[in-house]
């Protein structure tokens, strides 16, 4: 069965939406996680197990500090060999072989 979707007008022909109650409408309920309604109970757990100012991924501010200390890192070279690329605090690139 097809939803009908009536438009209520004032007599001066103007559209109005009536005010109602969720409980007045079928279906509509305020959701919890067992029990669906303005979305699903599954999504409502989802939610509440996301904690506050919690980011897309699983870095914390404490990884992207200890991150930002890091002044550097090791390159291989073409014939393999493997250089420890450190900045000096002049902005020097500092390039020692490790084996």
Known sequence: MATEIRVLKNTDNTVFYP??????????????????GLMEA???TKLNGIEANAEKNNVTANDISNWNKKQDAILVSEN???FKITV????????????
């Open 19 to 36: 005010k109602t109650h969720l409980n007045a409408i079928e279906g509509l309920n305020v959701v919890t996680t067992s029990v669906s």
């Open 42 to 44: 599954s999504d409502k």
């Open 80 to 82: 393999g060999s493997n």
């Open 88 to 99: 000096t605090n002049t902005g020097e690139l500092k390039a020692t072989r490790v084996e």
